[in-house]
Structures are given as structure tokens and as C-alpha cells.
């Protein structure tokens, strides 16, 4: 039997849906699970991830570990993969994950495969699938070492409701601080916003909204949807929007039900972060723009005349 | 302070990449610099310019890359090391962090700045894997590096949470975004100049070490084959009066895609 090991990807507090997402497709493969919460005021939360698909949850809970810092998260997770006896531990989408998942790696001799979309159990040879190259090609890669760390790409799994677990809650011992790479301070991203990774819908803004009030007029059209806000590369580069909501190979990688495009051509790093999207639609003035290859709809038009159209059809139909 | 800052010379993403009997077609492909390791070549010039650091770039591979090291000479790099070995065509992320382990070992290096990952794998491991080998700090996804002193570094990390500020004893290594900076367009003399500069190559036995002792006769992990991505195909596109396509788009999101 394969044991797998989910870390339970939480921001502010909260166990985001990924965690969920992993427990269901580990027990899908037959695996037993158990999932590890490492953060400070984290022990409240494992009824959740019992509830999530663990049968065991490891907790690494101390207000030292509030703020993230690389080596002490992955010191937690390495000791509760130990413990669990974990042939494979998953992470979700996260810089979380992307920082951790080598460094667990590297501590319990394992592959480390990042951004993954599929594994497969053949036996007892691993398979895991990846996009790679911005996303252009698929790669299946086989795992020889025993063990196998991964981060799994958003949208790549499905949270199955009939899945559930059972409470069996293991303490760890909080791990040492990281006085060489010691973090000072966390300047906060605004709270109380939509999550981009979490989002069903994702209003995205380009270069086509110009300046501030283009950028207010999307935001209006994204917060009438309960929409995530994400922006191209440009609007950040601008100053208009901040980096950390910035969609593409570089940023944050988002797979809605629907990505809203506005006023965005669809460079391939942007299209890298939001293919994974069940619709797109995307609005431009040039009907030429790349975007137009990949949306499901497209309306070609300006978007300081369409988006306060579409504003007006959305409250139609909500109403 | 000596800097190391790696690179990568990598398939050119912009063109299109065809996968036939699950390899990809070598044919038209381009190879340039890797994006996020230009970034941090541009951010070791800086702090060379500021601090008066030394910096010495080393690039892996099993190909000429004669080409993006003359680039980051002209951008103000002071030496260059490349490591040519045509066991390193297949090598994996810990097998490339285990060459740079003996590079780093074979200086005096207070900081190494590498990309966060390349834009061919999007991997992301091998310099995180350098750090946790070397037993030093690395810090992933930075957006700022500030010297404090000569053996401390202040730094801006991108989180879940928001920006991380972290104080960095070194020797560390960092993995940059591409938010940290605009990588300057070399002057006509720092091409000219680059020219000249002598560029050391050696393959892994003048490094004093062998494939197989770097692992990489045994990867943990390797590519089985490639598969094309299913392409996604440009859907309905609706021109004419704003209002009266709009609202058919908003419809067909109801009734169609049932996303609304």
C-alpha cells in the first residue's frame, strides 16, 4: 500500500480547497492518507482535514511558525513524511510548495517533481505527468527513487464529496527557527480579496485599460462577479497592479470556470498561468490578438465601451 | 563579495514546439538565455556596480554556449565558467545542483543568484537543492536584494501571505523572479569588450568529478516522453454593436457554457 502525505495548504488561517482536492485523488489511487498543517493556531483545524480525506494529521502548531519561512515548514513536513512512513508527499499549488517540496526532497532522498497534473501507480513504478516548456509540451516522467515529493498544479484534481477520514491527530515538535535566513517582517497582501487560486471566476486586466480608471472599471466588473482580480504582466510593470496578482508562467497559475480576459493580447507566459480555465472569454480591440486563439468567446470591441455593457447584462441576469 | 550567478541555456518558448513520437522536434527550435537567469545575472551587476562585488557566471550544459556568455559579459559579468559535458544533456535538478555544489566549493563565494527556475523544465528545484546541499540559506522567489553588511543581505521574497522580508547571513543563495528587474540591453562597448574576455570550459572530470559521483548514473526521476498539449482553439468571436454582442455573449455564458 502506498502512503501518501498531503500538506495542507493554508493562507490566513484557512484550509484552501486544494487540500481537499489531493486527499481525494490520493484516495482514489488506494493509498492511505494522512495530511500535515504546519503554521501557528493550526490545531483547530484538523476535523477539517479529517473531513478533507486524512486518516492521520500531523500537526506542527507554534507561533513561531506564523510567518512562512522555508526551512523550519519544510523541517515539519519532512518529520511528519518520517513518522507517516510516506512514499510520496504532495503539495498543493503554492510558493509554499514550490519553496518547501525540493528542500523535503533533498532531507528524505526522494525525486521531487513540481507542477504535476497527473501520477499514476503502475505497480510499483510511479508515473507522473507535467506541463513543461511555458506549457507548450506535456512530460511523463518515471520516478526511480523510492519516495517521490511533488507539487501539484492547480485545477489538476477534483475534491470528491464522498471522500472523508477519520480524526487521529499527532502532535510534532515545533521545528528550530532558521536564524540564517530569518524573516524580519511580512508586509501583508490586502486581505479580505478573493483568492486568485481559490476563484471560480477570474477577471484578468492588460495594457488595454490604460491607466488607474481602466484598471477601477475591470476591478468593478470582477467585484460584481465575486470574481479573483488578476492582471497581465504589463499592468504590473506599470505600477497599476500589484505582483503578486499577476496570472502567467511566472506568477500565479489559475484554472476557474471562467477566465474574463479584458484588454489583454495573450502573451504565452500569461497564457502559460490560465489555460487550465474550463471557458475563457476575452474582450479586445484588436481582433487580431492572440488571446482570440484561445478564447471560447471573444468579443472584439473597446473595453471601456463592452465592460460596463457586460456590467449591465451580468445584474440583468443576477436580478 | 564574490558572487556566482548560474545559467541556463534553454529552447527559445516564443516558437513553436512540436512533440512527434514522444520527443520533441529538434528542428526550428532556438536556444537563448533563460529569462529568470538573465534577471539574475542583471541583478549581480548591480550589486556589483554598488558594492564592488566580483561576479563569475557558470553555465551547464552539453552545448555551445559561447553565445549567452558573451551576452552577460557585455552586461558587466567579470568571469565566466562553462561546464561542458555531454553527460549533462539528460541531467536532472539535483544532478545540476550537485555541479554547481562543486563549482560553488571550488571558489570563494559569498552569494549565488540563479533564476528561479528555467523556462524549459519550469522545475524550479535546482537552486533551492543547491542551497539545502551546501548546508547554507537559500531563499526562493526574491524580488529585492539589499547588502547590509559584509556578510548579511536583507531580501524581499514573494509568499502566500504577501512580501516576505528576510535577513540572509551569508554565505546564502537566492533564486530571483523576474519582478526584480529590467535586465539592461548591453552598450556597443560592453559587447566589444566581451569579445575579447576569456571564457573557462572545462567538463566534469576538470572539476574533479564524474557523472556517476554527482548522481547523475542514477536520476531520481526521467522523462519517459514528451506529449503534445491539447491545444486549446479559439472559440466564437463576436464583432459589431457593443451592446448587442455583449449581451449574446452574456447569454451564450448562461445558457452554453453554464458559467454564469
Known sequence: ?319 | MKILTTVKKVVDVELNIHVENGAIVEKGLQYVINAWDENAVEAAVQLKEAHKAETTLVSLGSTDNTDIIRKCYAMGIDNAIHIDDPALAEADSPTFARVLQKVYEAGDYDLVIAGKQAQDTDAGQAGIMLGEFLGIPCVSNVIEIKVTDDTHIQVSRLGDAGTEIVDVTLPAVVTVSDSINEPRLPAMRGIMMAKKKKITVMDLAGLGTSFEEIGGTAPASAVVEFMPVQKRKGGQKFEGDPAEITAQVVQLLVNEAKVL
Open chain 1, 1 to 319: 500500500m502506498t502512503n501518501i502525505l498531503v500538506v495542507a495548504d493554508i493562507k490566513q488561517g484557512v484550509l484552501k480547497g486544494s487540500t481537499a482536492e489531493l486527499l481525494s485523488k490520493a484516495k482514489e489511487l488506494g493509498a492511505a492518507t494522512a495530511a500535515v498543517a504546519v503554521g501557528s493556531n493550526v490545531t483547530d483545524l484538523a476535523p477539517q482535514l479529517a473531513a478533507a480525506g486524512s486518516d492521520t494529521q500531523y500537526i506542527a502548531d507554534d507561533p513561531s511558525l506564523e510567518i512562512f519561512s522555508a526551512a523550519p515548514f519544510a523541517a515539519a513536513v519532512a518529520d511528519a513524511a518520517k513518522a507517516f512512513n510516506a512514499d510520496m508527499v504532495w503539495f498543493g499549488f503554492s510558493e509554499t510548495g514550490k519553496a518547501a517540496a525540493p528542500r523535503v526532497a533533498v532531507q528524505l532522498e526522494a525525486a521531487c517533481a513540481t507542477e504535476i497534473i497527473d501520477v499514476a501507480i503502475d505497480g510499483d513504478v510511479v508515473h507522473i505527468t507535467r506541463p513543461a516548456i511555458a506549457n507548450k509540451v506535456l512530460q511523463k516522467m518515471k520516478i526511480n527513487a523510492p519516495k517521490l515529493v511533488a507539487v501539484v498544479r492547480a485545477g489538476a484534481f477534483e475534491a470528491d464529496p464522498e471522500v472523508t477520514g477519520t480524526e487521529n491527530v499527532v502532535t510534532l515538535d515545533p521545528p528550530e527557527k532558521d536564524m540564517a535566513a530569518a524573516v524580519k517582517e511580512l508586509i501583508s497582501d490586502a486581505s479580505g480579496e478573493i483568492d486568485l487560486a481559490d476563484a471560480d471566476i477570474v477577471v484578468s486586466v492588460g495594457r488595454g485599460a490604460k491607466d488607474q480608471a481602466g484598471v477601477d472599471l475591470v476591478k468593478d466588473l470582477a467585484d460584481d462577479l465575486a470574481a479573483g482580480f488578476g492582471s497581465s504582466r504589463a499592468m504590473v510593470d506599470a505600477g497599476l497592479m500589484a505582483h503578486n496578482k499577476q496570472v502567467g508562467q511566472t506568477g500565479k497559475i489559475v484554472a476557474p470556470s471562467l477566465y474574463v480576459a479584458v484588454g489583454i493580447s495573450g502573451a504565452i507566459q500569461h497564457l502559460a498561468g490560465m489555460n487550465g480555465a474550463k471557458v475563457i472569454l476575452a474582450v479586445n480591440k484588436d481582433p487580431e490578438a492572440p488571446i482570440f486563439n484561445v478564447a471560447d468567446f471573444g468579443i472584439v470591441g473597446n473595453l471601456f465601451d463592452v465592460i460596463p455593457l457586460l456590467k449591465e447584462e451580468i445584474k440583468k441576469i443576477r436580478a
